[in-house]
């Protein structure tokens, strides 16, 4: 009777042991996570417009006084940037802005340069766009801007400056400039 006792106590753990149910859980985990990354990637590829890119932005040329060519043609230029033109630069805790002049030859005068300062680390763009269009009539400043960012500036704040820029109106185009500073 004991050895009955016994063996039917062992068949009853292997038992146990044998129909167990630990690795359901991880492959449910597992397979969901399997299947959200599945689902975001597909999303994030359904969701993403046809055209890279938030804020379409133009490159300047700079022109050669080389001769040339009958079968080379280029097109004519739409403006050009002169000392009148206006300049942006947005750095860590402020936007300057004045001519493109004032920042080469007259650098060291300080009535030609103008400066608004960031609310809370963020740039303040509604006093720049106001300030600049006063600032543009009263200097007759071309309609061309030239926004240089400082390079410690993150990306989505300067897409967000440029796009401000460009929908203000103020002017026909706006540069991104680089490698001034």
Not at 45 to 64: C, K, L, Q, R
Not at 105 to 116: E, G, R, W
Not at 117 to 123: F, L, R, T
């Amino acid at each position: 009777m004991t050895a009955l006792t016994i063996l039917q106590s062992k068949i009853l753990r292997t038992k146990k042991r044998l129909s167990s149910n630990v690795w359901y859980l991880p492959i449910i985990v597992l397979a969901l996570l399997l299947l959200m990354t599945f689902l975001s990637t597909a999303l994030r590829g359904i969701s993403m417009p046809g055209s890279f890119g938030i804020v379409e932005a133009e490159f300047p040329v700079v022109t050669d006084e080389k001769t040339v060519n009958p079968e080379e043609t280029w097109a004519q230029p739409r403006a050009t940037i002169d000392n009148n033109a206006a300049i942006v630069i947005l750095t860590r805790d402020r936007f300057y802005f004045g001519q493109l002049s004032s920042f080469g030859k007259d650098l060291s005068a300080v009535h030609n340069k103008f400066q608004i300062p960031h609310i809370d680390g963020a740039p303040d763009l509604p006093r720049l766009v106001l300030d600049l269009s006063k600032w543009q009539i009263e200097a007759k400043a071309g309609r061309s801007l030239v926004f240089v960012p400082t390079e410690d500036i993150p990306m989505p704040i300067v897409i967000q400056c440029f796009a401000a820029l460009k929908k203000s109106g103020l002017f026909d185009q706006v540069i991104l400039g680089g490698g001034l500073l």
